[in-house]
């Protein structure tokens, strides 16, 4: 009789806790999806914020402004692309000459990068250019 209450102890102790795993699971999954949603549309709503755009310029043969840039995505989940860049030309003062835009029609997938090449006839004076991202879609 000893012999058979210590393993039947053993059973009740354990078995009521298999029993409440899977609703743990079930709830841990629904609250995964529902931060996974949330994340993306975050993402959606404001994408300039996961998007950099870095690159540099000189001037070729022909007198025209030659700009070589890297879109980057810091987005976890969605995929952006026609990505518009406006570009900043300035003086070696420092002073404003123009604005333009140019748009990326590529895809950039979460956490990638894309590089572009473009060619302007930049204002006469133009020392630099500056890139920002304004917008891009999904």
Do not use: W
Request: charged share 30%; net charge positive.
């Amino acid at each position: 009789m000893k012999k058979l209450l210590i393993p039947l102890a053993a059973l009740i102790y354990l078995l009521p806790a298999c029993n409440n795993r899977h609703e743990y699971d079930i709830k841990s999954n629904e609250v995964y999806e529902k931060s996974k949603a949330s994340i993306e549309e975050v993402e959606k709503k404001d994408p300039v914020r996961f998007l950099k755009v870095s690159g540099s310029n000189k001037r070729n043969l022909l007198g025209q402004t030659v700009i070589k840039g890297t879109v980057f995505s810091n987005s976890k989940m969605v995929t952006y692309k026609d990505i518009d860049i406006k570009l900043f030309f300035y003086s070696k003062t420092g002073a404003l000459l123009e604005e333009d835009h140019e748009i990326v029609y590529e895809s950039v997938d979460p956490g990638g990068s894309k590089g572009f090449k473009t060619k302007y006839f930049a204002p006469k004076g133009t020392d630099s250019v500056a890139m920002k991202v304004i917008s891009a879609k999904y």
